[in-house]
């Protein structure tokens, strides 16, 4: 019976050990999201606020849907992979309300370039030139077709 | 009503309003992200280095100036030195890039983005589950829950992270994720011209990507780290780190 004479002490010690393990699970259940652990351990409402932002470019298909006629003419020249806004920049404000958002023309001085200014690291088979010596201080659209800047006979090349 | 028939009540009320609190649940969107696994295409051969897809993804995420969710860098490789590329990126080449001053030797573009790994470092290290794995291999980051710590920035081999400057969270791509649930494309594969840059459904056995991963000798970067990169590399140089 000796062993257990002072077990009073092993009560409160057991006790202590019990309200820290209570006060942990009712802390931890208080401030951890609600959300937390729903598809594994992050917050699963995270992937709601991510998705639900808004897109800046419609995409191409949206953009066909209206202008079936620069399509057409895209189609058969050498920027049929290239999509409308890779030029024409974000445009899905235009795509929601076209009569409200007008969007602007790019700028022919500066957007061709970006592309087809030499440089060494390109590509050998990509078209490109050293602008200066090849405009002689002309804009491209003045000899070339945007849309479709092909090589076909007859009209703008 | 007694104390016992009060005590009986409780476990039975909390039950109740853990419901309440739960809400209605929110309605199934038309996306199942069990269904894809989503990964990229990057051909070096096509990379003409003009920056368009840095700037479309700065306008669609609204990336602060100087700091990148994607880049573009230049390599000039000399003769046989693939120990020492001389790499630059001015402004994450977001402008193009200027003719270079070297001249011979190889040269070419490499565009660089999270690479949205299986095993990814940065998630490991997050000490509070900020940043995690979604169902169809998207690596995101909780911008509501990220501390601050810094600690995935420093973790990833790749240096794709960055500390937004107002947010004060960790940032990097989400791969559009806002764009992919809802059927698009990524904003810079949209406005790649050449297709240098191409996003891939592995789960879709369709996905033309999936059929020039089969058919090409494709590498990710820093295969050796092991993180299951899913960027895929077409025409990689071994002097790319």
Not at chain 1, 77 to 89: L, R, Y
Not at chain 2, 1 to 9: A, G, K, S, T, V
Not at chain 2, 149 to 173: L, M, S
Request: net charge neutral; aromatic share 8%; glycine share 8%.
């Amino acid at each position: 019976m000796n062993k257990f004479q002072d077990y009073a002490h092993l009560i409160r010690v057991a006790a202590v050990f019990l309200l820290g393990a209570i006060a942990f699970v009712a802390v931890r259940a208080a401030i951890l999201p609600k959300s937390f652990g729903r598809y594994g351990y992050y917050r699963g409402d995270a992937l709601q606020e991510i998705t639900s932002r808004l897109v800046a470019y419609a995409g191409h298909q949206q953009c066909e849907g209206c202008h079936p006629d620069v399509l057409e003419v895209k189609a058969k020249g050498v920027h049929a992979h290239v999509n409308c806004e890779s030029c024409h920049g974000p445009l899905a404000k235009h795509a929601e309300d076209p009569s409200a958002v007008k969007p602007v023309l790019p700028n022919v001085a500066t957007l061709c370039v970006r592309c087809h200014s030499e440089n060494i690291a390109k590509p050998s088979g990509f078209p490109q030139v050293d602008a200066k010596e090849h405009a002689q201080g002309q804009l491209c659209n003045t000899c070339h077709q945007p849309h479709s800047p092909g090589f076909e006979a007859g009209g703008k090349k | 009503m007694n104390r016992r028939q009060i005590l009986l009540l409780l476990p039975a009320a909390a039950i109740a309003w853990d419901f309440v609190l739960a809400g209605t649940p929110e309605e199934a969107p038309n996306y199942n992200a069990m269904d894809h696994w989503w990964g990229m295409l990057l051909d070096i051969t096509k990379c003409i280095g003009c920056g368009s897809c840095v700037q479309a993804c700065a306008k669609e995420n609204d990336v602060p100036d100087g700091y990148f969710r994607t880049w573009v860098e230049r390599y000039h490789v000399d003769d046989w030195h693939i120990e020492s590329p001389v790499v630059d990126s001015p402004d994450g080449g977001k402008e193009g890039f200027p003719q270079s001053e070297l001249k011979g030797g190889k040269n070419f573009f490499v565009p660089k983005l999270c690479n949205h790994c299986v095993d990814s470092p940065c998630t490991q290290v997050c000490p509070v589950g900020a940043t995690f794995h979604t169902a169809d291999g998207v690596v995101l980051i909780d911008y509501n829950y990220c501390l601050g710590c810094r600690y995935c920035i420093q973790a990833c081999p790749y240096g794709c992270r960055f500390f937004h400057p107002t947010r004060h969270t960790a940032e990097k791509c989400t791969l559009c994720y806002h764009r992919i649930t809802k059927g698009l494309t990524t904003a810079c594969c949209e406005v790649c011209p050449t297709g240098a840059r191409q996003l891939a459904d592995l789960k879709n056995p369709n996905d033309p990507i999936q059929a020039f991963l089969k058919t090409h000798a494709v590498q990710v970067l820093k295969p050796h780290l092991a993180t299951g990169a899913k960027m895929f590399y077409n025409g990689l140089d071994g002097s790319v780190r």
